[in-house]
Nanobody, 114 residues
């Protein structure tokens, strides 16, 4: 099974850009769909974006998800950060597109100040 470790979270200012990393180990990274989720204080966890097998990059508004299978790493780049982006960000992995995410990292904290 795959193990995931997020990094890159920090205190940021409104309007900043930030790139989070998700480093994988323990299995063949290219087998997995990688999803990014976040949990804001007092709120439920929510889906942010995902990137499938054999994809390099996917842009969704202010967020860009990318991956490099050779490095077993995925990234979530966030632009024009807003205070409402404050949350713990998690990456997760699954093999089948219709399945729930099976593997989760421990999360990395992003705090955006106004």
């Amino acid at each position: 099974q795959v193990q995931l470790v997020e990094s890159g979270g920090r205190l940021a200012q409104t309007g900043d850009s930030l790139r989070l990393s998700c480093a994988a180990s323990g299995d063949t990274f290219s087998k997995y769909i990688i999803g990014w989720f976040r949990r804001a204080p007092g709120k439920e966890r929510e889906f942010v974006a995902a990137i499938a097998w054999h994809s390099k990059e996917f842009i969704m508004g202010r967020f860009t998800v990318s991956r490099d299978d050779a490095q077993s790493t995925a990234w979530l780049e966030m632009n024009d950060l807003k205070p409402e982006d404050t949350a713990i960000y998690y990456c997760a992995a699954k093999i089948q597109i219709t399945a729930p995410y099976d593997y989760w990292g421990q999360g990395t904290q992003v705090t955006v100040s106004s």
